[in-house]
């Protein structure tokens, strides 16, 4: 077995399984594994970030909390990846939209994430500009079960931001104008980390919030959202499993 308890995951060796969504809030991690899995085990809770082990539909599934930002969310990717020998990671999570078209609730799947982080060109010297893409067939996958729930998706670019509350709105304009859909702080570190270790990423995302609109879903919106959101996610990695 690859590893055993590290830093940041006191699960023993076998405990998470080899797919794992990720969502940033621990207590979305927690619901999620109350509400979709089967016999749910609690594998960690160091630093309150809950990762849980069961089953959805037959599948062994795992859930484990990523926490907000890139940062946070490298830390548990790899070492999921590295030490537990995962293959296959779904983020799961919220996001705010730059393109008109979007409206709130909306999903959308990240086929490729744009950041102004420096982790990637730390990673290859500053000499390259990394382009963190998702695998094909989860992003397939999770299309056409969509379609098949009936429930739309938005696929494209993303931006992963470094930074919650910036001083250049203006940027999010100009990233509209080249395609870029929406806004979270994540997938861009996990589409690489997933590429390092020769395993799958996805990143699905639901609109919590419109920065062109103005729009915001309240709290109670976001939980009955994020469901549609999950509900896709299960059946993609189950789907690419079967």
């Keep these: 077995m690859i590893g055993a308890v590290t830093a940041h995951i006191s699960a023993e060796p076998g405990d998470i399984a080899e797919t794992v969504l990720m969502p940033g809030d621990p207590l979305r991690a927690k619901w999620i594994a109350e509400t979709y899995l089967t016999d749910a085990v609690c ?15 037959g599948h062994r599934l795992s859930v484990q909390g990523s926490g907000m930002g890139m940062p946070s969310a490298s830390i548990y990717a790899h070492e999921l990846l590295a030490e537990y020998g995962v293959k296959t990671l779904v983020r799961v999570g919220s996001a705010g939209a730059l393109a008109e078209s979007l409206e709130l609730r909306d999903v959308v799947a990240a086929i490729g994430a744009s950041s102004e982080s420096a982790m990637n060109r730390m ?12 695998d094909f067939g989860l992003l397939r996958d999770a299309v056409d079960t969509a379609a098949d729930q009936g429930k739309p998706v938005h696929v494209g670019q993303i931006l992963s931001g470094d930074v919650f509350y910036g001083d250049r709105p203006d940027l ?6 080249y395609g870029v859909l929406a806004v979270e702080m994540e997938a861009a ?36 959202s994020f469901a549609d959101m999950v509900q896709i996610a299960l059946a993609a990695v189950t789907r690419s499993a079967a």
């Design 43 to 57: 594998y960690s809770s160091v630093r309150n970030m809950y990762g849980y082990t069961g089953h959805y539909q």
């Design 123 to 134: 990673r290859f010297d500053g000499m390259i500009d990394y382009a963190p893409v998702a």
């Design 189 to 224: 570190a996990l589409y690489t980390l997933a590429a390092r270790f020769d395993a799958r990423a996805l990143t699905l995302l639901t609109i919590s919030d419109h920065l062109v609109h103005d729009t915001h879903l309240s709290s109670d919106d976001r939980e009955r």
């Design 172 to 177: 999010y304009t100009k990233l509209a104008q």
